[in-house]
């Protein structure tokens, strides 16, 4: 579904103003780019996020289908869900990555890279499949307890 609507959405980036095609490249992960949320859009383009919602809004009440409404945000879905994941469980590794032995680390890492592979792919069913795996190599992490520090 995603092969089809290419040629659409070139076209309709094509016809949007610099600003407006960054904010939807930015907030659906096309060309390669990570979905973002409205306010690290924002914080990108010095503006609101509000006002990115609205860019966003405007630009899809004038191009809108419903099929292209529609298969933007079936893309956005499972993308925003594995971009949260990565990003959770990536700053966990940061924090309390101290705590796994080498063997957790870097199965964890490798599986982060895969999802991060899957994202830019923006295929929903390896995301999702990466997304279990994640989990699971990540149990010890999600379980690790924060170690105060005197």
């Known amino acids: 579904m995603v092969s089809n609507l290419d040629g659409k959405l070139e076209k309709i980036l094509k016809s949007l103003t610099k600003r407006e095609e960054e904010v939807i490249r930015l907030r659906y992960g096309l060309g390669g780019e990570i979905p973002h949320t409205l306010q690290a ?13 609205q860019i966003e809004e405007r630009i899809l009440r004038r191009f809108g289908s419903k099929e292209l409404i529609g298969a933007l945000k079936a893309l956005k879905k499972p993308l925003m869900r594995g971009r949260i994941k990565y990003f959770t469980i990536q700053n966990k590794l940061k924090k309390y990555g101290d705590s796994l032995s080498v063997k957790e680390r870097k199965q964890i890492e490798g ?3 895969k999802l991060k592979k899957a994202l830019i792919k923006k295929d929903p069913k390896k995301i999702n499949l990466t997304i279990k795996e994640l989990e699971e190599a990540a149990q010890p992490l999600l379980k690790a307890k924060r170690v105060k520090v005197s």
């Open 41 to 53: 859009i924002g914080n990108k383009l010095n503006i609101t996020r509000e006002r990115v919602r």
């Open 111 to 113: 599986k982060l890279e």
